[in-house]
């Protein structure tokens, strides 16, 4: 693949974003420009896509930079000054260009395609949302959330002469040694202890703000205002009741089976908080590589083996520097993969520790890139703009189709078996835990004004829902009560999470379809994602070979479906 550079049109080549003066007058000039033909307004909006790119680019470096070392002010204070100052003044010049293309009868013709008419709808809901006195609340949200990256950055333990982040830590929770695992989960007991006063006052803050903004914008709650801000056009918040309880009586059950064999297996009755990570059968953790480098080479690797396509985005990134994969101290928590819609080559962040779940995420944020390089050319950057139901059907897809070339990782079968299966368990393990992040959320916004004993209880009610029972969390039920603080969605991306459920079900039907013919299947993810947002959620589900189904029916007959393979690998 040729190394992607940055084309620009109407931008500036040598532009440097310091202050908002910087592109004050592209703003102006395309505000006062006469759109008089279809052709006018068409290049038109493809100079407002390319302004956009550049601002969101511009952006996503700085928050780049500075969860690769949140210790360093320099850093942090850029993306300070880019959302308290620059984006508060784009913000109603933003609005006034989404009047004018709206205001435009060209707009109408346009929406005979189908992405445009997509797109035009989400601008649409921006116009209705706009208020003025949003505008400073936003920015403040937006440099709010980002204390909750701070402060999990900073919380780490000593441990046998050691600083070890959360993460780092977490590997010996895996270690055979009990006495081992039960010291290190008391010291990260009480480190997260120190924190929950202040994560707990952090997010009473951004609920509060959060409904103040929804109330402005004519809502009664901050819930029903994010389903309108995040365009969710395709489904409906009875729908994610029903996932809620579709994975209730479906999916738990299924868990507490794994979980009761485990702990036979264990010899116990319930599990200490410290024993749920631990190799049932007495083998050490499983460890795929010994670097983030080999962990990227043998990504690298694999994806190849799947599509040279694939393998050939992994190392335009690698020789871009768009990686940054290990944890370290000062490094925010979490992965993600960011888009960079200008350069077309996006960013993978994320803090491997040599587990098997880092290959996990890698592979993960791996789909998330493919995604990113197959809508690059399209025309607009509001077409690559991705939902995320559509985003994760990307990443979670790659997670399953990857599986079938894990022996690059695992060589012995054992431990290639291994894999799978505790991958296989970690998708059912997970699903309840999406629905109770999301249940909370609904819960938390239509009831803004609850307390922290009631917000506990809530958490607690639905653990009861959503759990199984199986934990002993004596001398620790502080921890338990406050679990969701780990959850980084929470603080940062609100009502981002069911999204993972969603696609999740999707993924699967994908891998199976895999089961059947692989090469079809690859060639309809490809497709599915080579849509962008160009089409509804149904219909790039459709193209990618699999149906867009929240429906208990559904739910239940794809979570047999992976039960059935588990037990079968056996």
């Known amino acids: 693949m040729k190394r992607p550079t940055i084309q620009r049109s109407y931008i500036a080549k040598d532009i440097v974003l310091k202050t908002f003066e910087d592109v004050e007058g592209y703003f102006k000039e395309l505000l006062s420009r006469e759109l008089n033909e279809l052709g006018s307004y068409k290049k038109w909006l493809a100079d407002v896509s390319e302004l956009e790119a550049f601002l969101e680019e511009d952006g996503a470096w700085r928050y780049i930079k500075m969860s690769i070392d949140t210790t360093n002010p320099a850093l942090t204070e850029s993306y300070t000054y880019f959302v308290t100052e620059i984006q508060p003044k784009l913000a109603p010049l933003s609005n006034d260009l989404n009047k004018k293309m709206m205001e435009s009868d060209f707009h109408k013709e346009l929406s005979e395609d189908p ?16 208020r003025e006195e949003n505008i400073a609340i936003e920015a403040y949200l937006s440099e709010k959330s980002q204390e909750y990256g701070s ?33 290190v989960y008391h010291k990260i007991a009480s480190r997260r ?14 609920i509060q703000k959060r409904h103040e903004l929804a109330g402005n914008a004519g809502f ?25 309880e579709a994975v209730a009586q479906k999916v738990v059950p299924l868990v507490k089976e794994i979980q009761q064999k485990k702990l036979q297996k264990l010899g116990k009755s319930s599990f200490k908080p410290w024993d749920l990570d631990v190799d049932p059968d007495g083998k050490e953790p499983l460890k795929p590589f010994n670097s983030g480098n080999e962990m990227l080479e043998k990504t690298i690797e694999i994806f190849n083996q799947m599509d040279a396509y694939f393998g050939d985005c992994l190392h335009t990134m690698k020789e871009m520097g768009h990686l940054d994969l290990e944890s370290k101290e000062g490094k925010a928590p979490g992965g993600y ?26 592979v993960h944020e791996g789909g998330h890139a493919i995604h990113s390089f197959l809508n690059r050319e399209l025309t607009l950057t509001a077409f690559k703009n991705i939902p995320s139901e559509a985003a994760e059907l990307a990443s979670m897809s790659m997670e399953l189709l990857s599986m079938k070339y894990w022996d690059a990782f695992y060589p012995n079968a054992e431990d290639l078996y291994r894999a799978r299966e505790e ?21 938390v916004y239509t009831n803004p004004t ?29 921890l338990q009560a406050h679990s969701w603080q780990r959850q980084l969605h929470l603080y940062e991306v609100p009502f981002y999470y069911i999204e993972y459920g969603i696609a999740q079900l999707g993924a699967i039907g994908v891998w199976k379809n895999s089961l059947e013919s692989e090469t079809k299947a690859i060639e309809q993810y490809k497709a599915g994602l080579s849509l962008g947002y160009t089409q509804s ?18 739910i239940g007959e794809l979570m047999d479906f992976v039960d059935s393979y588990v037990k079968d690998l056996a």
């Open 423 to 443: 991958h296989l368990e970690d998708i059912l393990k997970v699903l309840p835990w999406i629905a109770q992040i999301d249940a909370f959320q609904h819960w």
């Open 115 to 130: 992405a445009y008419a997509i797109y035009f709808r989400s601008v649409g809901v921006q116009l209705d949302l706009f």
């Open 537 to 554: 959620l149904p219909k790039i589900y459709e193209a990618a070979g699999v149906t867009f189904d929240l429906s208990p029916k559904r």
């Open 151 to 183: 402060i999990s950055a900073a919380q780490t333990i000593e441990h046998e002469g050691k600083n070890l982040t959360m993460q780092q830590a977490s590997v010996h929770l895996k270690n055979q040694d009990e006495a081992l695992r039960s010291q």
């Open 450 to 478: 609850h307390s922290i004993e009631e917000r506990s209880a809530q958490w607690l009610a639905l653990s009861k829902r959503f759990g199984t029972g199986l934990t002993d969390w004596t001398g620790f039920e502080d």
């Open 220 to 244: 009664d709650n901050y819930r029903d205002y994010m389903f309108q801000s995040m365009g969710r056009f395709d489904y409906t918040k009875e729908a994610c009741f029903d996932f809620h």
């Open 337 to 362: 993969n960011y888009p960079l819609y200008e350069i077309g080559v996006p960013f993978i962040f994320m803090n491997s520790v040599g587990l098997h779940r880092d290959l996990v995420t890698m």
């Open 193 to 206: 202890r120190q924190d929950i006063d202040t994560l707990n006052a952090l997010y009473t803050d951004l």
